[in-house]
């Protein structure tokens, strides 16, 4: 098994205007293995989402190397990308990203029968978050944090090879965000997940195995205490 998830190198994107064509990502590279939790931090337009768009199959970039899962990007049609998304891909944006005809528990039903499972503990992932009680509610009857937390046990339930993350905790107050980080992380170290975190909160970028900024189009490794 490659424990080698995504490897890029020196990818390079840019979104044209009408007055001119503006560089996001600039010769970007990175590489993330089975197990290892990562943390992008960076100014907002710096391109953190381009960055997460990329991996999932979403974008693709004008130049450079990506390789996921071992296979060549730019080989992958829309096809493989949708499978590797039902399988072995969870992307949890912040939005939550919830099919609102679907009550939480069938959402997350749903998100584990995609990905060919049966079993999904959904209720058990649902009272380790500390959102029980809206098993049978339907996305808009939700807070912005509850949202947010069904969307994480979505993702568990899939049990995903690897995780884009966009401000999983953004939604969340202190208190439910310091009982969902350690959930986030148990996942990744018991299911041997690999992760790559886009967050503003500092404990979570704290708990990752590295942390990187984006700035210019380009990461670079951080190990300032991250006040800035």
Known sequence: ???????????????????ERIKVLRGLS???RRGEAVA??????????????LLNGLLRPDSGQLRVFGREAAELGEGDWAELRRTRIATLFQDGNLIPTLTVE???????????????????LLEHLDIAATA?????????????????????????????????TGS??????????????????ERTVGALIVT????????????????????????SALSS
């Open 136 to 168: 049978q509610r339907y996305p808009d009857q939700l807070s912005g944090g509850q949202r947010q937390r069904a969307a994480l046990a979505c993702a568990f339930a899939m049990q995903p090879e690897l995780i884009l993350a966009d401000e999983p």
């Open 200 to 223: 503003h909160n500092a404990e979570l970028a704290r708990r990752c195995d590295r942390v990187l900024e984006l700035r210019q189009g380009a990461l670079n490794p951080w190990d």
């Open 172 to 189: 969340l107050d202190q208190a439910t965000a310091q009982r969902a980080i350690p959930l986030f992380f148990d996942a990744i170290r």
């Open 106 to 124: 069938r959402n997350i039903a749903f998100r584990a029968g995609l990905a060919g499972l049966q079993q999904h503990g959904g209720q058990a």
């Open 40 to 53: 992008i931090i960076g100014p907002s337009g710096s391109g953190k989402s381009t960055l997460l768009n």
């Open 1 to 19: 098994m490659n424990d080698i998830l995504i490897q890029a190198r020196d990818l390079c994107v840019s979104y044209r205007t009408s007055r």
């Open 30 to 32: 990175l590489e993330l």
